[in-house]
């Protein structure tokens, strides 16, 4: 498998994934608490999951994904809190804009680390990946998927199975479907981000609550 690393580390994140990614430069920041720190991992395992793309015995995609649920935004505001030292108004205006924004779709962060950078183009309107949101109500396509850019420090902090080389993406997809039925159903445990392309097919399963 070819890798560009000057370091390879194991992260124990995500719990069930059988596979490393390439992990380079600084390892992601962590609070000086370690309760604190096991608590927000515990809720990043539980909203996000990482597959792999293979060609043979070589890695083409490392891929990471987590639902934004209004869980997941509530960890990730106060652990920016934690970081930055924010005053409690500060922190109570953040929660308020994430839980209004989760309100309007159902969000995922996508992390992508590809070995050959013409297969990153999961943002523009020919790109050969099919992205889905797959429920037991069926499945839709997103509404937007933005490019945030090559992942840094900052973004490891909240999302720290991604590491230098890799690139973050906001994908949105639609609450209800065109005929006005939730697109995840209410008591829907489980529900699956599909990354799909000529080159293979990553699966990404998450909790939906």
Same mark, same amino acid.
């Given at each position: ?14 719990? %069930?994934?059988?596979? #490393?990614?390439?992990?380079?430069? !600084? ?8 309760? $604190?720190? &096991? ?12 597959? /792999? @793309? ?6 083409? @995609?490392?891929?990471?994904? #987590?639902?934004? #649920?209004?869980?997941?935004?509530? $960890? ?15 922190? !109570? ?18 992390? +992508?680390? +590809? ?6 183009? =999961? *943002?523009?309107?020919?790109? @050969?990946?099919?992205? &889905? ?5 069926? !499945? ?7 490019? @945030? ?23 949105? =997809? ?11 159903? !209410? ?12 080159? %293979?097919?990553? /699966?990404?399963?998450?909790? *939906?609550?």
């Amino acid at each position: 498998m070819r890798r560009l690393l000057v370091a390879v580390v194991l992260l124990g994140v995500l719990g %069930g994934c059988a596979n #490393t990614p390439p992990v380079v430069g !600084e390892l992601a920041p962590t609070l000086d608490d370690p309760k $604190a720190e &096991a608590a927000y991992m515990a809720v990043l395992d539980r909203y996000s999951d990482r597959q /792999e @793309i293979y060609d043979g015995f070589d890695t083409r @995609i490392f891929a990471g994904a #987590t639902i934004q #649920t209004p869980a997941f935004r509530d $960890a990730r505001v106060r652990r920016r809190a934690l970081f930055q030292t924010l005053p409690a108004v500060k922190v !109570e205006a953040l929660l308020a804009e994430e839980q209004a924004e989760a309100a309007k779709f159902h969000e995922f962060f996508l992390g +992508v680390h +590809v070995n050959d950078f013409r297969y990153d183009d =999961f *943002a523009h309107k020919k790109s @050969i990946w099919r992205i &889905a949101l797959v429920t037991p109500a069926g !499945e839709v396509t997103p509404v937007e998927i933005r490019r @945030i850019g090559r992942v840094d420090l900052n973004v490891q902090a909240y999302y720290p199975y991604t590491s230098l080389f890799w690139v973050g993406y906001r994908v949105r =997809f639609p609450l209800t479907f065109t005929s006005g039925e939730p697109v995840i159903p !209410e008591g829907t445990e489980q529900v699956m981000l599909r990354v799909a392309s000529s080159l %293979g097919n990553a /699966e990404l399963k998450v909790h *939906a609550r």
